[in-house]
T-cell receptor, first 113, second 116 residues
Framework: AQSVTQLGSHVSVSEGALVLLRCNYS??????LFWYVQYPNQGLQLLLK??????LVKGINGFEAEFKKSETSFHLTKPSAHMSDAAEYFC???????????FGKGNQVVVIP | EAGVAQSPRYKIIEKRQSVAFWCNPI?????LYWYQQILGQGPKLLIQ????????DSQLPKDRFSAERLKGVDSTLKIQPAKLEDSAVYLC??????????????FGEGSRLTVL
């Protein structure tokens, strides 16, 4: 079965600083990897995804993530944090072609002015 | 385009009572999912429907949870009897197709259940 690990439930970042959220996965087959974001009082929405091809993927709002098979990682980054980035971020993995996602515990991002 | 609708948004019940949650997916989405999100954890898949058939319910506690998707559109998730550990947010999501790993699920805002 596939799974993801996200460390550090709360992440504080200064406005304008780098945002880095770590995600490591476990999968017995080549995985499909996703980052979802949940803004306050809203449903989860897809931020970006890796399926096949280019290992550096870009998403909405300036976020990007890089798939590194050798490190079993899919870390999320944004060069410069904005106040509007305050949200909860979830890494997810799927390996069976049926959209059955296994989510990590999430990172609550707080942006400090 | 209307999003995934869920109701009620909040529900407080006592243990051993029953509760039902309703979900209306995005029009035309064949696949519907129910996830359970306990505080401090990520969402966990309970059941996946393709049209009105069940694709996966391996993590649904069938002794107390049931779900149906009549006519392949709306869905209802029921808990009877509820336990304290069922306190969670119940998320409904839908997607356009299964079998192709698009990964793009559209989520509703969730129904928050508190069991006292």
């Amino acid at each position: 079965a596939q799974s993801v690990t996200q460390l550090g439930s709360h992440v504080s970042v200064s406005e304008g600083a780098l945002v880095l959220l770590r995600c490591n996965y476990s999968s017995s087959v080549p995985p499909y990897l996703f980052w979802y974001v949940q803004y306050p009082n809203q449903g989860l929405q897809l931020l970006l995804k890796y399926t096949t091809g280019a290992t550096l993927v870009k998403g909405i709002n300036g976020f990007e993530a890089e798939f590194k098979k050798s490190e079993t990682s899919f870390h999320l980054t944004k060069p410069s944090a904005h106040m509007s980035d305050a949200a909860e971020y979830f890494c997810a993995v799927s390996a069976d072609g049926n959209n059955r996602l296994a989510f990590g515990k999430g990172n609550q991002v707080v942006v400090i002015p | 385009e209307a999003g995934v609708a869920q109701s009620p948004r909040y529900k407080i019940i006592e243990k051993r009572q029953s509760v039902a949650f309703w979900c209306n997916p995005i029009s035309g989405h064949a696949t519907l999912y129910w996830y359970q999100q306990i505080l401090g954890q990520g969402p966990k898949l309970l059941i996946q429907f393709q049209n009105n058939g069940v694709v996966d319910d391996s993590q649904l506690p069938k002794d107390r949870f049931s779900a149906e998707r009549l006519k392949g559109v709306d869905s209802t998730l029921k808990i009877q009897p509820a336990k304290l550990e069922d306190s969670a947010v119940y998320l409904c999501a839908s997607s356009t197709r299964t079998g192709v790993n698009t990964g793009e699920l559209f989520f509703g805002e969730g129904s928050r259940l508190t069991v006292l």
